[in-house]
Nanobody, 124 residues
Framework: QVQLVEFGGGLVQPGGSLRLSCAAS????????IGWFRQAPGKEREGVSC????????YYSDSVKGRFTISRDNAKNAVYLQMNSLKPEDTAVYFC?????????????????WGQGTQVTVSS
């Protein structure tokens, strides 16, 4: 059974940091382009970052560039999203997703497998 699970969400003060983890069962994450998306209440799900299965190149949305870092740990079959300098506007449910595309993409329709999401709340 193919499954993605996110870990690491929580409540953090503005300026703080969190590291989200995405773990997989049923397939190898190194064979997939992995994306992180987020959805705030009343808003559409938006792409935050992705890492290519082809060459581990990365993409970041303008809203998180310079603050978030995506990475892989092949030995643990995991992908991480290190989030620094968090802002209240980063508050959302964060999802990881897996795509067969070899290219960097934040097109949701190209991601076949999704996790259940983890809540990140940035508030004082």
């Amino acid at each position: 059974q193919v499954q993605l699970v996110e870990f690491g969400g929580g409540l953090v003060q503005p300026g703080g940091s969190l590291r989200l983890s995405c773990a997989a069962s049923g397939f190898t994450l190194t064979d997939r382009t992995i994306g992180w998306f987020r959805q705030a209440p009343g808003k559409e799900r938006e792409g935050v970052s992705c890492i290519s299965r082809l060459d581990d190149s990365t993409y970041y949305s303008d809203s998180v560039k310079g603050r978030f870092t995506i990475s892989r740990d092949n030995a643990k079959n995991a992908v991480y999203l290190q989030m620094n300098s968090l802002k209240p506007e980063d508050t959302a449910v964060y999802f990881c997703a897996a795509s067969s595309s070899p290219f960097l993409t934040m097109t949701k329709d190209l991601y076949r497998y999704w996790g259940q999401g983890t809540q990140v709340t940035v508030s004082s």
